[in-house]
């Protein structure tokens, strides 16, 4: 079945330090990849999505790179802020029209990201 | 434009008791969808309505839990006996339903559920 494998946390970070989250996944299909943000006491947030492979996704100052040979969708940012302090989920969907497991969203266990003045 | 909205926020009950958690979602959304998420890990589905079928309730556990979406708009999800181990945060997220590639989906708030 699909599976994705973020790297483990939590990560603590000083503002404008250069951030790195690693995902990985296996999937049964050509699946699109999804960054997920969730900040303290709010909802679950798209953060940036790519739909094939060498695809690029960005937002916010994010970026991440779908990497089809390597399986995977790593999240880069060049300089965080204090404000990017959340817990960050790496995902994925299934195209798979038609079937039953078709807009399933798989994550992964999430990784809490503290970033210090 | 509103957001995906449910209620309660939180919820504590005993076991054994039941409890309902309600969704509203994204007007215009045909899809929603039910997670849950238990302490530090990722949300898990556990049912999908196109409309008001269930086109994959196959992560639900039947034998206590329940849905309904009816009209196709709101949703109701419900467990009755609750148990310990329902303890989570639920979830629910809408998307638009085109043909082709997968969605984006839209999350609610979730209700924390804590079964004492």
């Known amino acids: 079945g699909d599976s994705v494998t973020q790297m483990e946390g939590p990560v603590t970070l000083s503002e404008e330090a250069f951030l790195t989250i690693n995902c990985t996944y296996t999937?049964?299909?050509?699946?699109?990849l999804f960054w997920y943000v969730q900040y303290p006491g709010e909802g679950l947030q798209l953060l940036l999505k790519?739909?094939?492979?060498?695809d690029k996704g960005s937002n916010k100052g994010f970026e991440a790179t779908y990497r089809k040979e390597t399986t995977s969708f790593h999240l880069e940012k060049g300089s965080v802020q204090v404000s990017d302090s959340a817990v960050y989920f790496c995902a994925l969907s299934t195209d798979n029209a038609g079937g039953t497991s078709y807009g399933k969203l798989t994550f992964g266990q999430g990784t809490i990201l503290t970033v210090h003045p | 434009e509103a957001g995906v909205v449910q209620s309660p926020r939180y919820k504590i009950i005993e076991k054994k008791q039941p409890v309902a958690f309600w969704c509203n979602p994204i007007?215009?959304?045909?899809?929603l969808y039910w997670y849950r998420q238990n302490l530090g890990q990722g949300p898990e589905l556990l049912i999908r309505?196109?409309?008001?079928?269930?086109?994959?309730d196959s992560q639900l556990p039947k034998d206590r839990f329940s849905a309904e979406r009816l009209k196709g708009v709101d949703s109701t999800l419900k467990i009755q006996p609750a148990e310990l181990g329902d303890s989570a945060v639920y979830l629910c997220a809408s998307s638009p339903r085109t043909s082709g590639r997968v969605e984006t989906q839209y999350f609610g708030p979730g209700t924390r559920l804590l079964v004492l």
């Open positions: 790519a739909t094939k492979a060498d």
């Open positions: 007007s215009g959304h045909n899809t």
């Open positions: 309505y196109e409309n008001e079928e269930a086109v994959d």
């Open positions: 999937a049964t299909g050509y699946p699109s």
